[in-house]
């Protein structure tokens, strides 16, 4: 059967809404078909040749974001703070690890996402879970966790908008290197980390006065950067939708983002989701838990990747920091005798998620013992730790807890502001950064 950008449809699928008004959905998918792009076709291949850098040891990849982005915590200050801690942790790995350092934002169409159970119940009352704000809403609400497509409408001009911004900072001043102290949030609670990101901005703009003095600097790379998007590739009706075919190459393109991710729950290669992400051009990951089977890695790594490119296959790892001795020495082992092309990173969020009273959280000792872990087992296993990937704010928040200001179990409800999963506020973010650099210098000097 020849891949079209519906045929995903005569496939089983997991973790899709049930829409009551089939009409109104296609209605929405229609208007949907006929808006522009977010992305276009050349900067995905831009990105796709960036992982291939990494791939062959010469970049990291840096990815992270908000686990759902939502319609109400959208603005400016938001989209601001996350770029300029992004920056900052980059800025903190190129300097560790002396090589670029690829920037992918869970951002610009982050929306939907998958769940343990179908329903919720509160006090006797049943309702459809929580989905993410592109298919419902958050509160606990007949009426508002009703899937409603004009949802996807909202989430794709939130998309756009997000985007225009992001490429204004990218380009536009505020990712130069020459303000490098700006990038700082001032709000730092602790004292030595600060003055550590000012020690390392102080050396940057040194060397780069000592280079200008030099006449040796004269590259846009100084003044801009590049920052790309992602999410998961879930609801497969909006991604159906921004498909489309590149009039230069004639190549097929989800134009939603630049890269898309298959989760854990949705990455059966005989289903729809894997079945979709073969037919387009974008760098593609894959999440994988403990709980893999060889044999359907090894599938969907065929399906996903026929002619073994360089950059187009990220394996995101989420095994927990109790687990991933136990079960990533097998899979780098296994996949090595394949001789597959695949960028391994780390996400040490999604399996050290724990219960503490009635919220989500996650400890920042355990994040970074799996982030020890994956790049200690990489090493052991002469597999090139290629980057992390993680659920982080630019904000001040009390989800995850310890970490620089020490957030602790109690202090959880101050600021718990994520509608999913709980993310590193800015502190834990840059903290994490300069514990990163250190095993990325060691990786790198491997
Ligand atoms: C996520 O990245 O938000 C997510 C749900 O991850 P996973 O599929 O790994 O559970
Ligand atoms: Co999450």
């Known amino acids: 059967m020849k891949w079209t950008k519906n045929s995903w449809r005569n496939y089983q699928i997991k973790q899709q809404p049930i829409y009551k008004d089939q009409t109104r959905l296609n209605q929405i998918i229609a208007k949907l078909e006929k808006l522009p792009p977010l ?4 900067e995905v291949d831009m990105l796709k040749k960036d992982l291939a850098k990494v791939s062959e040891k010469k970049a990291f990849l840096l990815q992270g974001g908000d686990c759902a982005e939502s319609f109400v915590n959208f603005g400016a200050d ?21 090589c670029p350092i690829v920037k992918v934002g869970r951002v610009a169409g982050q929306f939907a996402k998958p769940r343990s159970s179908d329903f919720e ?32 409408l909202e989430a794709y001009y ?29 709000f730092l609670k602790k004292a030595e980390l600060d003055k550590k990101y000012e020690e390392l901005s102080e050396k940057i703009t040194q060397a780069l006065a000592f280079m200008q003095a030099c006449g040796i600097i004269d590259s846009p790379n100084l003044s801009q950067t590049a920052f790309y998007t992602s999410h998961e590739a879930l609801l497969l009706p909006y991604e159906e939708a921004l498909t489309r075919v590149d009039s230069l190459s004639g190549k097929i393109y989800d134009c939603s983002a630049h890269m898309l991710w298959i989760g854990e729950r949705t990455r059966n290669p005989n289903e729809a989701h894997v079945y979709f992400l073969s037919g387009i051009q974008n760098p593609i990951g894959v999440k994988i838990s403990s709980k893999f089977d060889i044999d359907e890695i090894k ?48 996400d040490p969020m999604h399996a050290n998620t ?28 002469g597999v090139y ?18 970490g620089s200001l020490n957030v602790t179990q109690e202090e959880l409800f101050k600021r718990y502001e994520t509608q999913c999963d709980p993310r590193l506020n800015a502190d834990q973010a840059l903290e994490l950064a300069f514990l990163i650099a250190d095993l990325l210098k060691k990786a790198r000097l491997n």
């Not at 801690?85 to 002396?98: D, N, R, W």
């Not at 809403?137 to 966790?145: A, Q, S, V, W, Y």
């Not at 020890?372 to 990489?378: N, T």
């Open 354 to 381: 724990v219960k503490s009273g009635n919220f989500k959280t996650r400890e920042f000792d355990k994040i970074m013992k799996e982030l020890c872990s994956f790049f200690e087992i990489a090493i052991s296993e």
């Open 78 to 98: 938001n989209i601001r703070d996350m770029f300029k801690v992004m920056l900052q942790m980059a800025i903190v790995l190129t300097f560790a690890g002396s």
């Open 121 to 152: 119940e509160q006090n006797g009352l049943k309702l459809p879970s929580y989905r993410g704000d592109i298919i419902n809403g958050f509160e606990f609400d007949e009426n508002l966790r009703e899937p409603d497509p004009q949802r996807m």
């Open 39 to 42: 992305v276009f076709a050349g």
């Open 299 to 346: 599938k969907l790594s065929f399906m996903l990747n026929p002619s073994n490119d360089l950059g187009r296959l990220n394996f995101i790892i989420r095994m927990g920091h109790d687990e991933i001795e136990k079960s990533l020495p097998k899979l780098f082992k296994e996949l090595k005798k394949e001789g597959l092309n695949i960028l391994y990173s780390i």
């Open 158 to 186: 939130q998309s756009a908008t997000t985007l225009n911004l992001l490429r204004a900072f990218s380009k536009g001043g505020l990712a130069d290197l020459r303000v490098v102290h700006k990038w700082n949030l001032g």
């Open 385 to 402: 730790p290629g980057g992390v990937h993680l659920e982080m704010t630019g904000q001040n928040v009390t989800e995850c807890v310890g």
